[in-house]
């Protein structure tokens, strides 16, 4: 576990990877008014060759992000999932987000959230211990879990005992 005195907490994290998406917009749009002038449409690839740069900075916290979550629970809240994407409690990841709103995509299910549940960690109860072939694991809720058995291989996903 890290200490929350010496590493960034998970929101900070997310607020980070906010401001890195909103820098690679800002990139992209300067990159298509360099490139719609005629006197600039030849240097406009090196502002495209830096939004690229920056999508790289993006998808290295993404990764980060999902192995903090792994390691770093918040006093208080471990009976909640933190990975750090959410899920349909009751179909798994059958999200599909537009703009901000999110919904399940199982035919049937009503579901639907006024928020980038894709986009946040988990937050719904934790019920299953997850370790993969290596022997690490983590706490996932319902949903996670059996996912992750469909993916893990050699890793099991084992329910918390009820006294937990």
Not at 112 to 123: E, Q, V
Request: overall charge neutral; aromatic content about 6%; charged content about 25%.
């Amino acid at each position: 576990m890290i200490d929350k005195q010496q590493g960034p907490t998970a929101a900070e994290l997310r607020e980070l990877m906010g401001d890195v998406h909103a820098l690679q917009g800002r990139v992209q749009d300067a990159y298509g008014r360099l490139f719609a002038a005629a006197e600039t449409h030849h240097v406009a690839y090196q502002l495209e060759d830096a939004a690229g740069d920056i999508r790289g900075v993006w998808e290295a916290l993404e990764r980060l992000a999902g192995s903090y979550a792994r390691v770093y629970v918040v006093p208080g809240t471990e009976s909640l999932c933190g990975v750090p994407w959410g899920v349909c409690p009751d179909h798994g990841n059958t999200l599909r987000k537009r703009g901000d709103r999110c919904r399940c995509t199982v035919a049937g299910c009503s579901r639907r959230w006024s928020a980038d549940r894709l986009g946040n960690t988990c937050g719904e109860p934790v019920t299953h211990q997850i370790t993969d072939e290596r022997g690490k694991s983590f706490l996932a809720c319902r949903a996670h879990a059996r996912d992750a058995e469909r993916h893990l291989g050699d890793g099991t996903a084992q329910p918390l005992s009820s006294d937990r």
